[in-house]
């Protein structure tokens, strides 16, 4: 292998190894969420016509779960790095800041398929779902995924212990994540509200993960590919020139 492949096949393997921490335990937490929001709400809320609460919370979940679990991946990767000081050997390897970026990216894209596909498979055994539109399904998850492990680049280069990971992850992804229309439509909110909601990409990348199954949106699925794409362009140029300066890595 060369040296990013090997590099990805290292981020892969970190992660694979520890799959009931990092595969098991999320595709868990996503199907606790789909029992007790199922539960309680599938008798009271109806989103879509001829489409259970419950079909129209997983794709919501999945994606859930695909973010924040692709953004997880490199940025604990990276800080755990620098604390434990082994940053500087991958420092003397002559890879470019590129190959970086492809390696912890692509890493963070496998961990966010597999534990999405894994809420998948098991949401199978609770309730029925369609594949209206399976091209868009791949592209925002793919997209999703992308965004979030340069996200997860920019976090981990800029946190110096893990509280400020967490700071991060708990401030910024979280709210971000669970303000998108995961467990609801944003036509429910109130006018101002639903002005806030266009203003997350969160939403867009949810939104047009969701019509790929429905084949129902609240925004158009080509605005959604729009916003998404810009997002994932600007926040893999700014991860890119953080690799490329050494930010907080070569000090």
């Not at 029992?35 to 009271?44: D, K, N, P, Q, T």
């Not at 419950?54 to 990276?78: D, E, I, K, R, W």
């Not at 998948?120 to 925002?140: K, L, Q, R």
């Not at 806030?196 to 969701?210: A, C, K």
Request: hydrophobic share 55%; charged share 10%; aromatic share 16%.
């Amino acid at each position: 292998m060369t040296g990013w492949q090997m590099l990805f096949y290292k981020e892969v393997l970190r992660f694979w190894r520890v799959a009931a921490q990092t595969i098991t335990g999320p595709v868990l937490t996503a199907m606790l969420y789909l029992l007790i929001f199922g539960h309680a709400l599938e008798s009271h809320v109806k989103v879509y016509d001829l489409v259970s609460y419950t079909a129209f919370l997983v794709p919501g979940l999945a994606m859930m779960s695909l973010l924040q679990n692709a953004f997880a991946n490199s940025s604990s990767s990276l800080i755990a790095s620098k604390v434990m000081g082994n940053l500087v050997f991958l420092l003397l390897t002559p890879l470019s800041h590129v190959h970086w970026f492809v390696a912890y990216v692509g890493a963070a894209i496998v961990r966010g398929l597999v534990v999405g596909l894994g809420v998948f498979v098991v949401s199978a055994f609770f309730t029925d779902f369609s594949f209206v539109a399976p091209a868009w399904i791949v592209v925002f998850a793919l997209m999703g995924a992308a965004l979030m492990g340069a996200l997860g680049i920019i976090a981990g280069l800029w946190s110096e212990k893990f509280d400020q990971l967490a700071a991060f992850q708990n401030f910024v992804v979280m709210p971000m994540t669970f303000l998108s229309g995961v467990f609801y439509s944003i036509h429910s909110l109130p006018p101002f509200w639903q002005t806030v909601s266009h203003f997350n990409p969160f939403f867009y990348m949810i939104d047009g993960f969701r019509y790929g199954f429905f084949g129902i949106s609240d925004v158009s699925p080509w605005l959604s590919l729009g916003v998404v794409g810009a997002t994932t362009l600007g926040v893999s140029a700014v991860a890119l020139y953080l690799l490329r300066i050494g930010y907080r890595i070569r000090s």
